[in-house]
């Protein structure tokens, strides 16, 4: 089995929008937990009850992206340094550069997915969430 990391992203209070919305995207489906679910109003104040805890985007019965609306009292920046990856050969070349297109629908392309010095194409989308998704597609 090979070893996959799966990403778990804060998302500020928009976990269950942005978990739709890649779902819509990607296919699969969504399992969101609230706080209310498993803890009280004195372990995690009131006004963060009905925040996401945890929620699950499985496509093709695997996870591909964990996410919550972060921790009561922290809220989460965002950078730089973490990008998500989507690599693929040109036999999905079609079902990929739909993502990449609908991803940037109401993003910015910030490089297009065209053909790389290294053979493949390669292109970079800036989500409506501030992610920025790779897309590699060898031939």
Do not use: C
């Amino acid at each position: 089995m090979a070893l996959h990391p799966i990403p778990y992203i804060d998302f500020n209070g928009r976990t269950k929008e942005a978990l739709e919305f890649y779902a819509d995207i990607f296919g699969g489906s969504t399992t969101i937990s609230v706080f209310r679910d498993l803890m009280t109003a004195e372990q995690v104040g009131e006004d963060h009850l009905d925040k996401v805890m945890h929620g699950e985007l499985t496509v093709d019965g695997e996870p591909m992206l964990f996410a919550s609306d972060g921790q009561p009292g922290k809220t989460p920046t965002y950078g730089d340094a973490i990008q998500l990856s989507l690599v693929t050969n040109s036999a999905h070349a079609e079902r990929y550069t739909t993502y990449f297109n609908a991803l940037a629908a109401d993003g910015e392309v910030a490089m297009p997915l065209e053909r790389a010095p290294w053979g493949a194409h390669f292109g970079i989308v800036n989500d409506k969430y501030g992610l920025s998704w790779y897309f590699n597609i060898e031939d």
